[in-house]
C-alpha cells in the first residue's frame, strides 16, 4: 500500500497545465512510489518522491530533462512533465507507462525466464544504442543497473526506466552515485563522479550478466569472503578488481559449480564463456583489464554495436539437436572447423551465409536483413525487415532471399551471368552468386 498518494488523488502537471488523477500504486523504491494514472485521457506512470528526496536539486534536473532534452530514443521511459499539489508537500512527474510483456533483468538472473541468444544479443544490442544516443546528447544514466532495464523475452526490446537520474555528464548536482555491483571502480574509491566513462563500465557489467549470469569480478577471491560488507565490496569492486577471464592473473579465475555449488563464484559464466564467439571474448577482456584500470580505454558504446551486430548475423542452428550456435570466424581460420556444437557434442553444418563486408549474415530457415545490413547510416530496426530468406513455393528444398525492398537488386552467377531481381522475388541460395543491393554488394557462401 501506498503512504504517499491514495487512489482518487488530482494532481497539477506544470508544462501541460493537465490533472493527473492517480487510479493505483505499483510499486515503491529508495526514492519514491510509482501509480498507475490518467493525464487527461492518457494513461501513465506517476513517480512520487519521498519527503528525503523531493529535493530542489532533483526538482531541477528533471525540468531540465522535461524542458532541455528529448528522449534519446522510444526505449527510455522519460519524463514527461512534473506534476506537483498545492495540498501535498513534495512533487513527481509522470512517464510513458510498461507494458506487462517487458521484464526485468533479474528474471533473467533468477533464472524465471529462458530467452533465446538472439532475443539476449537484440537486447544488448539495443541497450549499447540506447547509451550512446544518450550520450551523444551530452547527458550520462548515472545508475545503469538490474532495476533499470526490462526486456521483452520474445523479440529483446527494451526499455530504460528511471531516467529522473539521468544528467549532463558530470554533472554534481544529483546525489545518486549508481548501484555499488555495477559502480566503476574509481567511483566505489571515491575518486570520480559518475560520467560517460563510468556509464560505459557499467554498461558492460550489465552486458556480461546478460550474456553470462554472473558479474565480471566475482570468481575465486569471494571464496574466502566470510562477510559481504563494505570492506569486502571496496576490496572487490574498487581497490582490487580483477576480472574472472583475465589472461595475465588467474587468482579471481571463476569457479566451476563442482567446486563451489553456490555458483557466487562464477559458475554459470563458466559454461556460457566458451559458447560465445572469440570477438565477444576479445571485447569484454578488453572491457575487464585495460578498460577496469583506464576510464579513457572502455569499449565505446560504437564497438559494442558492432559486435552485437556481428554476434546477432553470427547465430545458427545445430540440425542434430537445434540450439543456437555462434559462427565463429576466428575459430574457422585456426582451426578449419566450426567445432562441435557446445550443448550436443556433434558437428553441426553450416548454412549459406551472406558476407557483407566484413560482415557474415548466416541465411538460416529464420534470417532476415535489416536497414543497417544495406546502409551504415540506417538505425538498428529490427520491426522493418529488407530481406528475408524463405522456401520455393512449390519446391521446398529450394531456398532464396525474398526482395523486401521498393528496389530493384542486380545478381551475378558464379559463371557471371547477371540477372534483376525485382520487388517480392527471391535470390537462389547458390554459392558463389553475388547481390547488388545498391550501396553495398554481398556474395552468397556455404
Not at 510513458?96 to 528474471?107: A, K, M, V, W
Not at 528475408?388 to 519446391?395: D, G, I, R, Y
Amino acid at each position: 500500500m501506498s503512504d504517499l498518494l491514495q487512489r482518487g488523488q488530482v494532481l497539477r502537471t506544470k508544462h501541460s497545465g493537465q490533472t493527473c488523477t492517480v487510479e493505483q500504486f505499483l510499486g515503491g523504491g529508495g526514492q519514491g512510489e510509482v501509480f498507475r494514472a490518467m493525464w487527461g485521457t492518457m494513461p501513465v506512470a506517476l513517480k512520487w518522491y519521498f519527503s528525503h528526496t523531493a529535493t530542489p536539486e532533483q526538482h531541477a534536473a528533471l525540468e531540465k530533462l522535461v524542458t532541455d532534452h528529448k528522449p534519446p530514443t522510444n526505449n527510455f521511459l522519460w519524463p514527461l512533465d512534473l506534476a506537483d499539489s498545492d495540498h501535498l508537500p513534495g512533487y513527481g512527474y509522470v512517464m510513458r507507462l510498461r507494458e506487462p510483456r517487458f521484464r526485468s533483468l533479474l528474471d533473467l538472473v533468477s533464472g524465471r525466464i529462458d530467452p533465446t541468444f538472439q532475443t539476449l544479443v537484440t537486447a544488448g544490442l539495443q541497450l549499447a544504442d540506447s547509451f550512446y544516443r544518450l550520450h551523444a546528447d551530452g547527458l550520462c544514466y548515472r545508475d545503469i543497473s538490474f532495476g533499470n532495464v526490462f526486456f521483452d523475452p520474445q523479440n529483446g526490446e527494451i526499455l530504460v526506466c528511471d531516467n529522473d537520474n539521468v544528467t549532463e555528464n558530470r554533472s554534481s548536482h544529483c546525489g545518486i552515485l549508481g548501484t555499488p555491483d555495477f559502480m566503476a571502480p574509481e567511483i566505489v574509491r571515491g575518486e570520480a563522479l559518475p560520467s560517460r566513462q563510468t556509464d560505459l563500465y557499467s554498461l558492460a557489467v550489465l552486458l556480461f550478466y546478460i550474456f553470462h549470469i554472473s558479474h565480471p569480478l566475482l570468481g575465486r577471491r569471494i571464496l574466502s569472503i566470510r562477510c559481504w560488507d563494505l570492506p569486502a565490496r571496496m576490496k572487490l569492486f574498487g581497490n582490487e578488481p580483477l576480472f574472472i577471464f583475465d589472461p595475465q592473473d588467474q587468482s579471481n579465475s571463476a569457479v566451476a559449480e563442482s567446486v563451489d555449488p553456490t555458483g557466487e563464484a562464477g559458475a554459470n559464466a563458466v559454461n556460457y564463456w566458451p559458447i560465445f564467439p572469440q570477438i565477444l571474448r576479445d571485447t569484454f577482456t578488453k572491457a575487464f583489464t585495460s578498460g577496469l584500470r583506464d576510464p579513457d580505454n572502455r569499449v565505446m558504446e560504437g564497438e559494442w554495436r558492432g559486435v552485437l551486430s556481428r554476434l546477432r548475423d553470427a547465430i545458427f542452428f545445430c540440425e542434430h539437436c537445434g540450439k543456437e550456435n555462434f559462427y565463429d570466424l576466428e575459430m574457422l581460420k585456426s582451426s578449419d572447423s566450426v567445432g562441435p556444437c557446445p550443448f550436443c557434442q556433434k558437428t553441426p553444418r553450416l548454412p549459406y551465409r551472406l558476407r557483407l563486408g566484413k560482415t557474415v549474415v548466416m541465411l538460416t530457415h529464420q534470417a532476415k536483413l535489416f536497414p543497417h545490413h544495406l546502409d551504415d547510416h540506417q538505425p538498428f530496426d529490427f520491426t522493418r525487415p529488407v530481406a528475408e530468406v524463405v522456401q520455393h513455393p512449390t519446391n521446398p528444398n529450394i531456398w532464396g532471399l525474398k526482395n523486401l525492398t521498393s528496389d530493384k537488386w542486380v545478381i551475378t552467377t558464379a559463371d557471371g551471368s547477371t540477372k534483376d531481381v525485382e520487388p517480392t522475388k527471391s535470390v537462389p541460395l547458390v554459392s558463389g552468386t553475388k547481390v547488388s543491393f545498391g550501396r553495398v554488394e554481398g556474395e552468397i557462401r556455404h
